[in-house]
């Protein structure tokens, strides 16, 4: 499709750039997207390191569009899986037109949230920056005014907005302000795309959605998922096999579960989603395997679909 056809004549106001979500693990980044584009295109789970990979949600209305880049959380790694995450959120700081610097104002900052201030801090250029306060469900207006001015002296005279994600409280503002930020320009998507990732790549990431909300601890955070088979059967009905790689046969036990339970438990909670995203029946197999220490391995790394930059 020719992507001038959006481009509105005579004089060309529509605008059109990338910004960067960026932000610690578990402040809502993903949340936000699904929000913002109505519709789950991202993993969210109560546990911090959900998103490993960076994935563009596509917003296109009449005067813009506006493309998200859902980012890993900024952390203090320890494998060099948190390496390459930290690498990948870091690289979309600097393809940014508009950085939004996500933190939870429902808690106060942390170390994390400094080292972030300092790298957005260093960027030279520096993209234009929102602050965004997000979960103001969970506190206070008093509690919110004060929490407010200890994010807002990590990055001074910074621009900030207050939201609900997970409510859908402000994003429709929010949406307002961005493309007021956002530089005149033709559309760079297709405007029926919503992100960059196909439907079987979304598969992949509401199995491991379903993994983080299943299993505690570290377990969650050693497990990556390949996808062996997507196979369309009919118009309505889908066939996918997966497997879910571990670090050490104590993990695989916990995520088979007694007699299987574990599994299964997981596995009916990603086709639920799966279906939902697909509208289609899902018929879902799981399997389990030992890949000891793949989070440090840098082959084993490339295998599961985190490219390092080396391997690029
Ligand atoms: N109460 C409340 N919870 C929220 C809000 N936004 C997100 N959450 C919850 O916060 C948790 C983390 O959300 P995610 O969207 O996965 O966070 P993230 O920043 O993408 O996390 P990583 O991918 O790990 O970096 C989930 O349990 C969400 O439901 C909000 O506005 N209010
Ligand atoms: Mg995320």
Redesign the pocket.
């Known amino acids: 499709m020719d992507p001038s056809i959006k481009n509105p004549e005579p004089e060309n106001t529509f605008k059109a750039g990338f910004v960067a979500v960026v932000?610690r693990?578990?402040?809502?980044?993903?949340?936000?997207i699904n929000a913002i584009l109505e519709q789950k295109i991202a993993?969210?789970?109560?546990k911090?390191?959900?998103?490993r990979k960076q994935q563009l949600g596509i917003l296109t209305t009449d005067q813009a569009q506006i493309i998200f880049m859902?980012t890993?959380?900024l952390h203090i790694a320890h494998h060099k899986l948190g390496d390459y995450m930290n690498k990948v959120a870091e690289l979309t700081l600097f393809d940014a037109d508009l950085i939004l610097w996500?933190v939870d104002v429902s808690v106060q900052p942390t170390e994390e949230d400094r080292l972030i201030a300092e790298k957005i801090a260093a960027l030279s250029p520096r993209p234009e920056l929102l602050m965004v306060f997000?979960?103001?469900?969970?506190i206070s207006a008093d509690k919110l005014s004060q929490y407010r001015v200890l994010y807002q002296n990590l990055l001074p005279g910074s621009e900030s907005f207050a939201l609900?994600?997970?409510?859908k409280k402000g994003v429709s503002e929010l949406i307002q302000l961005i493309i007021e930020k956002l530089p005149v320009g033709d559309p760079y998507y297709d405007e029926e795309q919503v992100t960059d990732y196909y439907e079987r790549d979304i598969a992949i990431e509401l199995v491991r959605e379903a993994v983080m909300r299943h299993l505690e601890d570290e377990v969650p955070h050693a497990v990556a998922v390949r996808l062996d088979t997507y196979e369309d059967r009919g118009e309505d009905q889908a066939y996918i096999m997966a497997t879910l790689f571990v670090e050490r046969e104590s993990q695989k036990g916990i995520v088979i579960g007694k007699q299987g339970s574990m599994i299964r438990e997981i596995g009916k909670t990603a086709r639920r989603e799966i279906e939902l995203m697909t509208g289609r029946q899902v018929y879902l197999d799981l399997r389990v395997k030992v890949h000891k220490n793949w989070r440090n391995n840098p082959n084993a790394l490339n295998l599961m679909g985190y490219i390092t930059q080396e391997k690029k």
Request: no cysteine; proline share 13%; net charge positive.
């Open positions: 932000g693990p578990n402040v809502g980044k993903s949340t936000l993993a969210v789970s109560p911090p390191q959900t998103t859902d890993p959380g996500m997000n979960k103001i469900d969970l609900s994600a997970k409510n």
